[in-house]
C-alpha cells in the first residue's frame, strides 16, 4: 500500500494560492510521517514557474498541461486525477475546502469509490484506519470520525487550518505527464474570469487589523473602529454579519467565506470567535478582543481579551494612545 501524499496545486493567473502552501504543510507531515513521499499536483497550461517554486517543498511535481487545461475545469481536472491516482495510488490526497475542493473532490471520489473525508482539520492513520477530525455545529464540536478501509482517502481542509510550508533546499522532482484523452464537456464551458473589484484597501497585506462584529450595533458606530484604526496605523476588518448587512464591502470580511489574514496585531471588537471567523484570523501574531460576554469564544484564541463594553472601551483605547502619542 502507498504511503505518498498529493496535494492539489490551486492556482490563478499564474500565482499559486496561499492554500497549497498550507496543504503542502500537512502533506509533507503525513508523508514523513508514514513514510511515503510528498507529491503536488500540477494541472493547467504555462506551468514552468509554478513547478519551479513547488520543487523546494516537494519530493516530486507532476506537471500535466494542456489547453483545455488552461482554467480550473472540474470535470477535466477529474479526469487528469483520476488517471493519476489510479495510477499511483496515493494514501491522501489533499485539497482545499474551497471552490476548486467543493466542486471536485465529491465528484472524484464518487468515480473512484474512495472516501471522502471533507472539511477536516486534521486527520491521521490508527492502524490501517484513517480518522479524520471535523468541527461541526458551527465549531461547537469537534468530531472524530473513522473512515472505511480504502487504498487511498480524499481530504479537503479549510484555508488558514495549517501554517504555509516555506521553501527549503529540497530540490524535488519534476515530473511531465501525458493528460489522458480529454474527453470534451460541451455542458460546462469557461466564458471568462471575472475578477471581484479590488478595494481600497488589502486587508491580508496589513499588519494592524481592528475588526467588529455584530457588538458594534449600527452603522454610524463603525467610525468608532475607524478612529482606532486610523490611531494606531491599522485597517478595519470585519466578520460576516457586518457585510451581511452591507455595512462593510465582501473584501472585508474575515473567515471562512471571507479572507485569511495573518497580521501581527488583531484586535477584535464585539466579535464572538465563532469558528467560521477564527479560521480566518487565528495565525495573527497577537490577537486582543474586547467582548462583553466572558464566555465568549473568541477568549479562547486571544493572548489578550478585556471584558467590558466595547463603547467604554474603545474611546478610552484611542484617548490613551493619543495621549501616548502627543509625549
Ligand atoms: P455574534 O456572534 O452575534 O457576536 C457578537 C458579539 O458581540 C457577542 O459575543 C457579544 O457578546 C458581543 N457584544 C455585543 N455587544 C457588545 C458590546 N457593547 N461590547 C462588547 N462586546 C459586545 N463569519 C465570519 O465572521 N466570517 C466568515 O467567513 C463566515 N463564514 C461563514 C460560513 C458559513 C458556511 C456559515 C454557516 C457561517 C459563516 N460565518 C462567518 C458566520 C459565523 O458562523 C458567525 O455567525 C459570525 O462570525 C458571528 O459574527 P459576530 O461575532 O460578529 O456576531
Request: no cysteine.
Given at each position: 500500500m502507498s504511503r505518498d501524499v498529493f496535494v492539489l496545486v490551486e492556482h490563478r493567473q499564474g500565482v499559486i494560492r496561499d492554500i497549497t502552501f498550507e496543504l503542502l504543510a500537512k502533506g509533507r507531515q503525513l508523508a514523513n510521517g508514514y513514510g511515503g513521499s510528498l507529491w503536488a499536483i500540477l494541472i493547467g497550461a504555462d506551468l514552468e514557474a509554478m513547478a519551479e517554486s513547488l520543487r523546494q517543498v516537494v519530493d516530486k511535481a507532476v506537471v500535466v498541461e494542456a489547453p483545455r487545461l488552461c482554467h480550473f475545469h472540474s470535470d477535466y481536472y477529474q479526469q487528469v486525477l483520476a488517471t493519476l491516482l489510479q495510477e499511483h495510488r496515493p494514501l491522501f490526497t489533499l485539497m482545499g475546502h474551497t471552490s476548486y475542493g467543493w466542486e471536485l473532490a465529491p465528484c472524484l471520489g464518487a468515480a473512484l469509490g474512495i472516501p471522502l473525508a471533507p472539511g477536516c482539520i486534521d486527520i491521521w492513520l490508527e492502524g490501517e484506519l484513517a480518522v479524520c477530525k471535523r468541527m461541526v455545529y458551527g465549531g461547537k464540536i469537534v468530531g472524530e470520525y473513522s473512515l472505511r478501509p480504502s487504498w487511498g482517502y480524499l481530504v479537503t481542509f479549510p484555508a488558514g487550518t495549517f501554517p504555509a510550508a516555506a521553501p527549503s533546499a529540497q530540490a524535488g522532482l519534476i515530473i511531465r505527464q501525458q493528460p489522458p484523452q480529454l474527453e470534451e464537456i460541451a455542458e460546462k464551458v469557461f466564458v471568462r474570469l471575472m475578477e471581484s473589484p479590488a478595494g481600497e484597501v488589502d486587508i491580508c497585506q496589513s499588519q494592524k487589523i481592528v475588526a467588529v462584529g455584530?457588538?458594534?450595533?449600527?452603522?454610524?458606530?463603525?467610525r468608532l473602529a475607524e478612529e482606532l484604526a486610523k490611531t494606531i496605523g491599522a485597517v478595519v476588518a470585519c466578520s460576516r454579519p457586518i457585510v451581511d448587512a452591507g455595512w462593510?464591502?465582501?473584501?472585508?470580511q474575515v473567515g471562512s467565506s471571507g479572507k485569511t489574514v495573518r497580521p501581527k496585531l488583531y484586535l477584535a471588537l464585539?466579535?464572538?470567535?465563532d469558528f467560521q471567523h477564527v479560521m480566518g484570523m487565528k495565525g495573527a501574531e497577537t490577537i486582543i478582543a474586547i467582548n462583553?460576554?466572558?464566555?465568549?469564544?473568541?477568549f479562547s484564541v486571544a493572548h489578550y481579551g478585556v471584558v467590558d463594553d466595547l463603547f467604554k472601551v474603545v474611546p478610552a483605547l484611542i484617548t490613551t494612545v493619543q495621549g501616548m502619542q502627543a509625549k
Open positions: 455584530r457588538g458594534i450595533r449600527e452603522r454610524e458606530h463603525l462593510l464591502p465582501k473584501d472585508r464585539g466579535i464572538s470567535g462583553k460576554d466572558p464566555n465568549a469564544p473568541i
